[in-house]
């Protein structure tokens, strides 16, 4: 036992670990600790996640819809996969991997949209014990090609093209430029969706339809180690390149499974739609991963919110009587913008249970969702955690915890949460605010940054030792409730997705005309941040439009357009210590119209730049 967790724990975690299909047990429960960032669990234990996720509910729910498809275009039929059917599928797509030469421990990079074949084939993987790492379908084909260099990906599984709303995303021409020159992806397996035209290069590219049909039909699955990788997810951190987070397999699953139960308490039948993209870690965790571990329908939705129309997602709750709704502030605040009077037409009387991720969640869309699409008798789960933490670790459980707006109110069993003052110490009074940390280990924390383990230490355990750092602030009021604040580094949370400034800044750097630039999170009514890029030019460039278009586009080549800032103002200076470092904090406080909080800025090394900035804001339309 560690002399980390508490008896209580170790037994919490145990007892829960009792509740999965293991080849074999576990010979200790934890080892290691936050100070080395070694924590280890299950040692000795071996099980394979998809035995977990279908193989055991074959017996009692072969017939039950395990995942129902909802396509881009309402005129085009939904489908859903039973668990037999769900099974079959994943056994097939295992052993058409396995035929290409995919083994344990090889990496497997999926680019694809939002279809049945993606969840498939993450699971495939998983029968394998191959390791799979999904890039979402918006980053550029040069950020895919970062991430293939770094996981060093031997096969692609991609659409011909994919549907989000009125575009047609050309994914496979999008891998052949990402691959350009790059050894080391030997396959690429292209599923077809879209029915564009597409260049196939022989004894490279294959037509999945064509060779999964000589697929056998039954594939055993592999027992892996309980520390076996399951997957890579890269996501942003405040500097340099993205970070492939790298989450195992049995401490994954077992809280991934038991959070899902308990925060939407979930029942036999309910049926749950998550509508994050499987390119990020909600997706992963409680659109695939959690309702299959409880033998859950889920849905899987391809579109987006407004298309054709706003009332998009409310017909699909309807058709589908869904009753767990769990979707991101950002999606919420874009359709309170059309009126509640959308909403206000549908009944959507199935919805038991609605939860909000990503991002805090402002009071007034709080109660929008809540009053029009919750009709005042669903509860909200407001649920934070992370990448990183592979699981929600604070939130209300659906029906039991007494709700506060905006608030994700308490840690789950076995999390321990504090907050911690400037100085780096624990604050212990009940009422506090402070940067939010995890004082003692859980099961789904990731165990490592891929290639860069010194890299993890930094980023998570080095600002407090002996602690998990998140990144964010957070307020503890009197009843022990957290309102997560933000965070409090240099990540912006764009929509829910992270955004690391100096990534950014690199790509706008890129552009010749741009000698320094800096971005820092600008306030948006629907996004929740944006972006805010003060530029500084090469001698003798003006701002203009055909700048700030060139700059956006340049940012959209190298990382996607998730990424391009929202207001470019070009300056000729910006604030800088005498040491040469930019005071972001200036910038921010310019940017969120709090001037008069700036404070002295009589020691930069160039004070009088910071009158000029302010003169020349841009603002939102
Ligand atoms: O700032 C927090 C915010 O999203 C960050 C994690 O982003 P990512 O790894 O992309 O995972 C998003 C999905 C889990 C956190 O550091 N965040 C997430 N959930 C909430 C939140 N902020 C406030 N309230 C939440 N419920």
């Known amino acids: 036992m560690s002399n980390l967790l508490s008896a209580e724990q170790s037994e919490y975690w145990s007892e829960l670990a009792q509740t999965y299909v293991w080849k074999k047990k576990w010979d200790n429960l934890i080892s290691g600790d936050f100070h080395k960032a070694d924590v280890k669990w299950f040692n000795g234990a071996e099980l394979n996640i998809t035995e977990n996720c279908l193989d055991r509910h074959l017996e009692n729910r072969r017939n ?13 039929p939904s489908s859903f996969l039973t ?5 079959l599928s ?3 797509f295992a052993n058409l991997l396995k035929s290409k030469g995919i083994k344990k421990g090889d990496v497997v990079c999926f680019y694809m949209g939002m279809t049945p074949e993606l969840m498939i084939g993450i699971l495939a993987c998983a029968r394998i014990g191959a390791i799979h790492t999904v890039v979402f379908g918006g980053f550029s084909p040069l950020s895919l090609r970062g991430r293939l260099e770094d996981s060093k990906a031997k096969l692609i599984v991609t659409h011909d093209g994919a549907y989000r709303g009125d575009k047609l995303i050309q994914l496979k021409a999008m891998v052949d430029e990402a691959i350009e020159g790059l050894d080391s992806v030997e396959t690429v397996l292209v599923v077809k969706r879209t029915n564009n035209e597409i260049n196939m290069k022989g004894g490279r590219d294959y037509n999945y339809e064509t060779v999964i049909k ?7 699955p592999t027992p892996v180690e309980a520390e076996h990788p399951l997957f890579i997810l890269y996501t942003s951190g405040s500097t340099g390149k993205p970070k492939g987070l790298l989450h195992t ?6 809280h991934v499974g038991k959070s899902f139960k308990d925060v939407f308490q979930y029942k036999e039948n309910d049926i749950f739609w998550c509508t994050a993209d499987i390119g990020w870690i909600t997706g992963h965790s409680y659109m695939t991963y959690g309702p299959l571990l409880n033998g859950a329908t889920t849905v899987m939705f391809e579109g987006v919110p407004t298309f054709p129309t706003p009332a998009r997602f409310w017909e699909v709750v309807e058709k589908h ?10 999606a919420i605040r874009s359709l309170e913008k059309f009126g509640h009077e959308i909403p206000d037409k549908f009944k959507m009387s199935s919805l038991k249970v609605l939860g909000s991720v990503g991002e805090p969640i402002n009071e007034e869309a709080w109660h929008w969702y809540h009053k029009h699409v919750g009709k005042e008798k669903c509860p909200i789960v407001d649920t934070w955690w992370q990448t990183e933490t592979g699981g929600i670790l604070i939130s209300p ?4 915890t007494k709700l506060k707006p905006a608030h994700a109110t308490l840690p789950l069993p076995g999390i321990e949460p504090c907050l911690m003052d400037e100085n780096g110490k624990e604050i212990k009074d009940l009422v506090a605010s402070g940067n939010l940390c995890l004082k003692t280990p859980w099961p789904s924390l990731a165990r490592t940054i891929y290639g860069d383990h010194e890299r993890f230490i930094q980023t998570y355990f080095s600002t407090y030792p002996g602690y998990y750092f998140t990144g964010d602030g957070a307020k503890r009021d009197s009843d022990g409730y957290y309102r997560i604040t933000g965070r ?5 949370n764009v929509s829910g997705h992270r955004i690391g400034t100096a990534e950014v800044e690199d790509a706008i750097n890129e552009h010749p005309s741009v000698i320094e630039s800096a971005v820092v999170g600008l306030p948006h009514p629907i996004k929740g941040q944006g972006l805010y890029a003060f530029v500084i030019p090469v001698d003798g460039v003006e701002d203009s439009e055909a700048l700030e278009k060139e700059i956006r586009e340049t940012v959209n080549k190298i990382i996607g357009p998730i990424a391009k800032p929202d207001l470019i103002q070009v300056v000729e200076g910006l604030p800088k210590t005498r040491s040469g470092k930019i005071m972001r904090r200036i910038l921010r406080k310019i940017v969120e119209n709090e001037i008069e909080s700036i404070g002295d800025t009589s020691t930069l090394l160039n004070p009088e730049i910071v009158e000029k900035l302010i003169a020349g804001k841009k603002e939102l339309n």
């Open 249 to 254: 397999t049995a401490g994954y699953m077992v």
């Open 64 to 76: 039950k819809k395990a995942l129902i498809f909802e396509p881009n275009n309402p005129n085009e």
């Open 214 to 220: 000589s697929a056998e039909l039954y594939c055993p």
């Open 397 to 400: 459980m659906a029906g039991l």
């Open 488 to 492: 409090v580094d240099d990540v912006i």
């Open 83 to 87: 668990y037999g059917e769900l099974h």
């Open 90 to 92: 994943v056994c097939r």
């Open 321 to 330: 009587k869904v009753t767990h709704l769990y979707t991101a502030p950002t």
